[in-house]
Nanobody, 114 residues
């Protein structure tokens, strides 16, 4: 059973930055595309960013230019660097192994508030 464990969330002021990490307990991590999703209260879970096994990245329009997804295959870890955070970025963020039936992390809270 693959486990994905997120870390790095918390409370940050508007305009601040956070880096989320997701550590995966699996072999051959390098061949798996990964993604970050988020879910705000009362809203559907939405895709924030994705990265393919070849390193190609994609972003939701709402975070494009402010966020960077990256993958360290040696550490079995995927990151989401978020800058210029806004209150509307407040959500629970989930790491996901972006395959059919792929694993999900337990989620981590990010709150952007003054």
């Amino acid at each position: 059973q693959v486990q994905l464990v997120e870390s790095g969330g918390g409370l940050v002021q508007p305009g601040g930055s956070l880096r989320l990490s997701c550590a995966a307990s699996r072999t051959f991590f390098s061949i798996y595309p990964m993604a970050w999703y988020r879910q705000a209260p009362g809203k559907r879970r939405e895709l924030v960013a994705g990265i393919t096994n070849g390193g190609t990245t994609s972003y939701a329009d709402s975070v494009k230019g402010r966020s960077t997804i990256s993958k360290d295959n040696a550490k079995n870890t995927v990151y989401l660097q978020m800058n210029s955070l806004k209150p509307e970025d407040t959500a629970v963020y989930y790491c996901h192994e972006d395959t059919l039936g792929g694993a999900w992390g337990q989620g981590i809270q990010v709150t952007v508030s003054s």
